[in-house]
């Protein structure tokens, strides 16, 4: 079985745990960010911080990062969203989008999607060939290790929520006039392609999961657990980043 099958997407929270590990992880997330950002503790500047999102259409990544950044003072972070690259971009490789965003020394970034679309969608829907997209995996992986010996803490998440959910989640958007414009025919087109991208998603752990860029899947079926369970699990990487840092 792989990662995806063993993962239990039967976890729940309620709502008085929710509301207090909630709090807990942000007020602990606030001080190690304040501390990497050297606001505190005299001014001195620690790692980068670079919490690349990835996952289901419709699993929840949006409602983790706006919990993850909600703390946080707008100034000391930055959020980008990457979609299909542009003329421009297509002419460049294919990491090259990218570098100009990854924080430096005390910044914080989160990408909601990110390099990883060259061994998933762009593998899947035919848009990189098989040369470009094989070989991806250890420019990604060498690319990685690169940016955390240089002073970056890297941290992956994959958040999947259950094929069943996520009709749930795309029927709730297409009812919700405010809500209608996150569901497109991509997303529909995706899902019959679902076994695809699963594959996909499952080679892609084995081949760039590493000592300096491990994956946390996230069970993201119940929308209070998957928050909790990414800020959490965060809070751990930036401990243990740091520790490396000062080693």
């Given at each position: 079985m792989g990662r995806l099958e063993n993962l239990d997407k039967t976890v729940r929270l309620k709502q008085d745990e929710y509301e207090r590990r909630l709090h807990a992880a942000q007020v602990r997330f606030l001080e190690l960010r304040l501390a990497l950002g050297g606001h505190v503790n005299g001014g001195d500047i620690g790692p980068g911080l670079l919490v690349v999102m990835e996952g289901s259409d419709a699993g929840g990544k949006g409602g983790a990062i706006r919990r993850m950044v909600e703390p946080l003072d707008p100034?000391?972070?930055?959020?980008?969203?990457?979609?299909a690259p542009d003329p421009r971009?297509?002419?460049h490789h294919f990491l090259w989008r990218f570098w100009a965003k990854v924080p430096g020394r005390g910044g914080l970034?989160?990408?909601?999607r990110s390099w990883y679309g060259r061994v998933l969608v762009e593998r899947v829907e035919g848009f990189a060939t098989t040369a470009e997209w094989t070989r991806a995996y250890d420019?990604?992986?060498?690319?990685?290790r690169g940016l955390v010996q240089e002073g970056v803490i890297l941290v992956k998440f994959w958040m999947e929520v259950s094929p069943d959910e996520q009709l749930e989640r795309f029927k709730s958007r297409q009812g919700d006039p405010l809500r209608s414009w996150k569901l497109t025919e991509e997303d529909w087109r995706n899902r019959d392609k679902r076994h695809l991208y699963d594959e996909a998603a499952e080679e892609m752990f084995e081949r760039t999961d590493h000592a300096l860029g491990p994956w946390d899947l996230i069970a993201a079926d119940q929308k209070k657990f998957a928050r909790v369970a990414v800020l959490e699990t965060l809070i751990k990487r930036i401990e243990h980043g740091i520790e490396l840092w000062s080693a």
């Open positions: 100034r000391h972070y930055s959020v980008y969203s990457y979609a971009e297509l002419r970034c989160v990408f909601d420019e990604i992986v060498q690319f990685e």
